[in-house]
Each structure stands twice: as C-alpha cells, then as structure tokens.
Nanobody, 126 residues
C-alpha cells in the first residue's frame, strides 16, 4: 500500500515544519510507523518511530527535544512536528511502515521496512 508523505519545504534555521504521512488503508493498523531521513551523500537514518505496543515514541539523539511524532486516528495521519530546525536537518524525509511492532533496536533500521512513502524534501537554510 503506497504511503504518501508531505509537508516539506524551505525553512530558516530555528523554524518549524510539520510533515504528514498517510495511506489509502488504515495507517494505524501497522505495528510500526517510522520517519527516516536521507541527506545527500549519507545513509538513510531513523528519526522517530511509533510501535503499537509501546506508548512511548523513540527518537534519534540528534532530534530529541525538537521533533515529535504523533498520530491522528480520525484523519488517518501520522505527523512529524519539527521545531528549532537546524541546517543539518536538511534531507529527504520518508515515512515507512512495518506490519508488526518491531523491537526498539530494529525500529530505526531501514532494512526492516518494505513499505515506504515517496519522500518529502526539507531544506533548512538562511
């Protein structure tokens, strides 16, 4: 099922953006929903993930305290609120899902996911 990510754009350092991810099916029916990002010349890295059995989202150290993942059941959306953006946050951001609730250590491993959105570009620059 195709995921759709949106909300990227150009923002100044210190600014905010909210990314959205949805699908034609029930996105909250997946066991794990995650956001990844890939900067030019770098490997894809996990940013944040939600796991069905866990009430606590996980975050990469580089975004803790600045990014928040959330879900809206009524709108069938998963969001990534990004505050206090830095130039090093510049990347293409992807949402991804896994049918099962992954263990925490696997949550940030892109090879665990086989369902990806098309990516949305976030550029942080003055």
């Amino acid at each position: 099922v195709q995921l759709q990510a949106s909300g990227g754009g150009l923002v100044q350092p210190g600014g905010s953006l909210r990314l959205s991810c949805t699908t034609s099916g029930n996105i909250l029916g997946y066991g794990t929903i995650a956001w990844f990002r890939q900067a030019p010349g770098k490997e894809r890295e996990g940013v944040s993930c939600l796991r069905r059995q866990s009430g606590t989202p996980s975050y990469a150290e580089s975004v803790k305290g600045r990014f928040t993942i959330s879900k809206d059941r009524d709108k069938n959306m998963v969001y990534l609120q990004m505050n206090n953006l830095k130039p090093e946050d510049t990347a293409v951001y992807y949402c991804a899902t896994h049918i099962s609730a992954l263990i925490l250590s696997a949550c940030s491993d892109p090879s665990m996911y086989d369902n990806w959105g098309q990516g949305t570009l976030v550029t942080v620059s003055s």
